[in-house]
């Protein structure tokens, strides 16, 4: 099977080709909204359920603004995410700051916010008590070591850098009690693009378990239980969506297991997916120009690695249509190349294709999230424009592309 459907009519897809230069970036803001309300609905069980958009999956404001209409908060790392949630209006109780390595300049900042603080350290306690103030609300980032079996984006957690040891928890929590900190929530993030149910399923349980032995240990009653991002999504056309309802019922079955029966309730839960929100409705247009055939048959597109980073940095599929050609035999086989200097720099290799001319528009799928956010400027490559197919079906500048004039502006160089 190789096909995976446009969600444009062929005269959208005829007036985005002729009007817009490639390459460029194309969202769907109807499927966007689709997704953030079948994520919300399939928790629909626990009230409070929030889900925090990982901002750093596609930082566009136009793109958030969306998501902060369909009730999701943002999830930030940094200053720069920290400012795009302020400019569109989000604080409080619906950013959540999950930073490690922090710069005090950055907790700052989201305590200005008002933002849940996860802290990634035990040392960070004393990092915000000497230099700023404990807020009323913290939670901790859990690494469960040994304990819990990684995957391949994000590794196993014991060689991962991230989070709290189990002990540190503890003592964690019964040395903020002691400081005077009213609330407290747990966080883990251990998959991403995990497509199976389960795995979600005992992430659940094991912070559930854990929230039952904070209890006992530091007699600190944790408010919520941040289950992380990392929901997969079927990149492959032959992959199924995550059953988000499986997961749901999963988490419930544990939470009146383990919560509700040890008197814990309520337990906020929360998530803070990125790629499963915006993934799969994002598209980068790019256009066939030049055909090679030496020991293999390439395509060289007008889009390169600097677009789109995860094929050459993961080896990540991204399925691509040929424009006008998409129920044409798929009887060739081409490597799909950009222009940079570096052999990884290929969107497909080997992939069973129809037969490619110059000046055929390709569309390289699911690069709603880490596309266009992941992009660099290494041999002077510049970022592409990124678009907005609204839910009126009009199409939107959200991002200009940039300009050899953006490349060399922070020099101060004559002839430049
Ligand atoms: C990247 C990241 C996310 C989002 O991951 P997805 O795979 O896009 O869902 C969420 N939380 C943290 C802490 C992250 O680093």
């Not at 969306?66 to 908060?73: H, P, S």
Request: charged share 25%.
């Amino acid at each position: 099977m190789n096909s995976k459907k446009l969600p444009f009519s062929a005269e959208e897809l005829k007036k985005l080709c002729s009007d817009l230069p490639t390459p460029f970036y194309l969202y769907d803001e109807k499927g966007i909204r689709e997704t953030c309300r079948e994520l919300i609905k399939s928790f629909s069980w626990s009230a409070d359920f929030k889900e925090f958009y990982a901002v750093k999956a596609l930082p566009n404001p136009y793109i958030l603004e969306i998501l902060k209409d369909e009730g999701l908060g943002a999830d930030c790392s940094s200053l720069a995410e920290l400012t795009l949630a302020k400019a569109i209006g989000l604080k409080d109780t619906s950013i959540m700051f999950t930073s490690n390595n922090t710069t005090l300049k950055e907790y700052e900042e989201a305590l200005k916010l008002g933002a849940y603080l996860n802290l990634d350290d035990f040392t960070h306690i004393k990092f915000l008590e000497e230099n700023l103030e404990l807020p009323e609300t913290i939670s901790f980032r859990y690494n469960p070591g040994p304990e819990r079996s990684g995957n391949v984006i994000i590794g196993t957690p014991e060689e991962a850098k991230y989070g709290f040891t189990k002990e540190q928890l503890f003592e964690g929590y019964k040395y903020l009690n002691d400081k005077g900190v009213k609330h407290f929530g747990i966080h883990t993030m251990v998959a991403s693009n995990e497509r199976d149910p389960y795995f979600f399923i005992e992430t659940a349980k094991m912070l559930f378990e854990l929230i039952i032995q904070i209890k006992d240990k530091s007699g600190v009653s944790i408010e919520f239980c941040n289950l992380g991002g990392g929901i997969g999504i079927p990149y492959l056309p032959e992959e199924e969506k995550v059953d988000l309802l499986t997961i749901s019922k999963g988490v419930q079955n544990e939470y009146e297991k383990l919560i509700v029966k040890n008197n814990l309730n309520p337990v906020k839960i929360f998530m803070e997916n990125g790629r499963m929100i915006t993934g799969p409705h994002g598209y980068l247009f790019t256009k066939a120009i030049h055909k090679k055939e030496i020991y293999k048959n390439y395509i060289g597109v007008d889009a390169c690695m600097s677009n789109l980073m995860r094929p050459g940095m993961y080896g990540a599929y991204h399925h691509i249509s040929v424009i006008g050609k998409e129920d044409a035999i798929h009887d060739k086989t081409y490597d799909v190349v950009g222009s940079l200097c570096e052999n990884n720099d290929k969107f497909a290799i080997d992939r069973k294709l129809p037969e490619i001319t110059n000046n055929d528009f390709l569309v390289i799928h699911d690069a709603g999230a880490h596309g266009h956010a992941m992009g660099f400027q290494y041999n002077g490559k510049v970022r592409s424009a990124e678009y907005l197919l609204t839910e009126n079906r009009e199409i939107k500048q959200i991002r200009r592309a940039e300009t050899l004039e953006d490349y060399f502006s922070t020099l101060s160089y004559p002839g430049l």
